[in-house]
């Protein structure tokens, strides 16, 4: 027998035009943590599809137990003990907990589903995981990071030996992502072996008991133990030495761009903010998931409606309500969700590029100007540095980071004033991440008044002149940056300090 549980020999896979691994070889042991990590395009996902049989390696081997297998649906992986647990939770809303944990292979009597049969086996697996809800609660009515449990329980019930979690906490919140660890931590001392894949390097670094790098579709080193550091984890992953991933340079600070003035949103209507950014400022609004940071930004860009309080841009009262009026004003916003709400997917680059402009740039006749948009999406694609084929890709088809870039390219074709930015490095590897952070800089430094919603209290701090701290709707303090620390922000964001008034 084995000592790995897992092997996995020299694995490879092309599509048309890429290749997205090479002869990538890794073991995986009983009852161990290996996090794989890379740039986005760094095969990542392509390896863990393969494992969970999703789709076939082109060359290469697999060994479960020593012995040599392949799977060619998830169901002969699943038989193999192999789960991979998707960034999109695989449940249906509509049906129980119990139902979803063994949707598919439920429990019969008489040519009937037992529905207690259901019921009694789920509460074992929900145990197993710590989630404390009855097998008959409808999956949509739990929070996001009850889903993911429910997720985990229903991978055990087919017996799971080694769980693949894509990038499992990136709609968790900080008390959710905990419980996850320490259900990770759990299964791991039940022998589950775990491959765990994030952009969160501290997560990695707390979870792991080894590192894979993948650079270019191609194994790059392994890290082990004290090896597993956040700077051994970057140069490896892009290449090079990051001595100073956040690289601010001062430059001089212009005239009041927006004052939001006592202003309520429908979500925390007991609340009034009021907050400034200046010309050339980078101004970061720091709190909990569910603060009120992106309600306050929704606000301002007249995507939901304030109940009071009013909007200076300039030296003038608007009234903005909707994203429409917003734009007119020099106002863009890139949202938190990009997918959902920042690009349509199936669209091409330049389409994407184009869209916020389309009334503007409309020739004479009001047709679109198609040689505007190409003209606009070739200036954004050398700007931003984008990577793809050509203006006529597909969006869905470019990495996370790349996807990000052509969202900003979209608003920036348009010169605005204000720039929002919601969670602006969220799931980009960290690579891209450097980029849009001197991309962020550059813009300040051409006069742009930036306010930014960030969840990572190093981004925070890395890039912001000042911040805002907001716990539960309300602004608990403003922050200089010779303040920004992590224990300041956090003492604010859960409000254990004395309130003190933001200064406006």
């Known amino acids: 027998m084995s000592e790995h549980l897992l092997e996995v020999d020299r694995l490879s896979k092309s599509f048309p035009g890429v290749r997205a691994l090479h002869q990538v070889s890794l073991t995986l042991k009983p009852g161990e943590v290996l996090s794989v990590i890379g740039e986005n395009g760094a095969g990542k996902s392509t390896l863990m599809k393969i494992l969970a049989g999703v789709q076939p390696a082109d060359s290469g081997q697999i060994f479960v137990d020593g012995k040599k297998t392949s799977f060619e649906t998830t169901r002969a992986a699943m038989d193999h003990g192999i789960v991979l647990i998707h960034q999109e939770l695989n449940l249906c809303?509509?049906?129980?907990?119990?139902?979803?944990?063994?949707?598919?292979?439920?429990?019969?009597?008489?040519?009937?589903?037992?529905?207690?049969?259901?019921?009694?086996?789920?509460?074992?697996?929900?145990?197993?995981?710590?989630?404390s809800v009855s097998p008959q609660t409808i999956v949509g009515r739990l929070t996001i990071g009850k889903q993911q449990m429910v997720e985990i329980a229903k991978a055990l019930s087919v017996d799971a030996r080694v769980l693949i979690m894509d990038e499992p906490t990136s709609s968790l919140s900080s008390k959710e992502s905990a419980s996850l660890f320490e259900l990770i931590e759990s299964l791991r001392d039940q022998g589950v072996s775990i491959i765990y894949i994030s952009h969160r390097?501290?997560?990695?670094?707390?979870?792991?008991?080894?590192?894979?790098?993948?650079?270019?579709?191609?194994?790059?080193?392994e890290l082990i133990?004290?090896?597993?550091?956040?700077?051994?984890?970057?140069?490896?992953?892009?290449?090079?030495?990051?001595?100073?991933?956040?690289?601010?340079?001062?430059?001089?600070?212009?005239?009041?761009v927006l004052k939001v003035n006592q202003l309520t949103t429908p979500h925390w209507p007991q609340h009034p903010v009021s907050l400034e950014v200046k010309a050339g400022e980078i101004v970061g609004l720091a709190g909990l998931v569910g603060s009120g940071r992106t309600e306050l930004l929704r606000s301002i860009f007249g995507i939901d409606r304030p109940l009071s309080g009013s909007l200076?841009?300039?030296?003038?009262?608007?009234?903005?309500?909707?994203?429409?009026?917003?734009?007119?004003?020099?106002?863009?916003?890139?949202?938190?969700?990009?997918?959902?709400?920042?690009l349509i997917i199936d669209l091409s680059v330049q389409d994407n590029v184009g869209i916020a402009g389309l009334q503007k740039n409309a020739n004479r006749f009001g047709f679109a100007n198609f040689?505007?948009?190409?003209?606009?999406?070739?200036?954004?694609?050398?700007?931003?540095?984008?990577?793809?084929?050509?203006?006529?890709?597909i969006a869905k088809f470019l990495s996370g980071g790349?996807?990000?870039?052509?969202?900003?390219?979209?608003?920036?074709?348009?010169?605005?004033?204000?720039?929002?930015l919601d969670e602006p490095t969220r799931g980009v590897d960290i690579g891209a991440k450097q980029e849009i952070y001197q991309l962020i800089e550059k813009l300040a430094s051409e006069s742009m008044a930036i306010l930014f919603v960030s969840s990572e209290l190093e981004e925070v701090i890395?890039?912001?002149?000042?911040?805002?701290?907001?716990?539960?709707?309300?602004?608990?303090?403003?922050?200089?940056?010779?303040?920004?620390?992590?224990?300041?922000?956090?003492?604010?964001?859960?409000?254990?300090?004395?309130?003190?008034?933001?200064?406006?």
């Open 93 to 131: 809303d509509n049906l129980n907990v119990g139902q979803n944990i063994f949707l598919g292979r439920e429990p019969q009597k008489l040519g009937i589903v037992d529905s207690r049969e259901i019921s009694r086996r789920s509460e074992e697996f929900l145990k197993r995981v710590g989630l």
């Open 201 to 221: 390097l501290a997560e990695v670094k707390r979870l792991s008991d080894r590192v894979i790098v993948l650079r270019d579709g191609e194994y790059c080193s």
């Open 225 to 256: 133990g004290n090896e597993i550091t956040h700077a051994n984890m970057v140069s490896n992953m892009v290449g090079r030495d990051i001595s100073q991933f956040y690289n601010r340079t001062p430059h001089p600070i212009g005239e009041t």
């Open 312 to 342: 200076e841009i300039g030296k003038k009262t608007v009234q903005i309500r909707n994203p429409k009026e917003a734009v007119h004003h020099g106002i863009a916003l890139v949202p938190e969700d990009r997918k959902q709400h920042g």
């Open 371 to 393: 040689q505007r948009q190409k003209s606009d999406t070739d200036t954004m694609i050398d700007r931003l540095g984008i990577k793809t084929p050509s203006a006529r890709q």
């Open 402 to 420: 790349n996807q990000q870039k052509v969202v900003l390219g979209k608003w920036l074709s348009m010169a605005p004033k204000l720039l929002l």
């Open 462 to 504: 890395g890039i912001s002149d000042r911040a805002y701290v907001m716990h539960e709707g309300q602004l608990t303090g403003e922050l200089d940056r010779s303040e920004l620390n992590e224990e300041s922000i956090m003492r604010l964001a859960t409000n254990t300090a004395e309130h003190k008034e933001a200064k406006t």
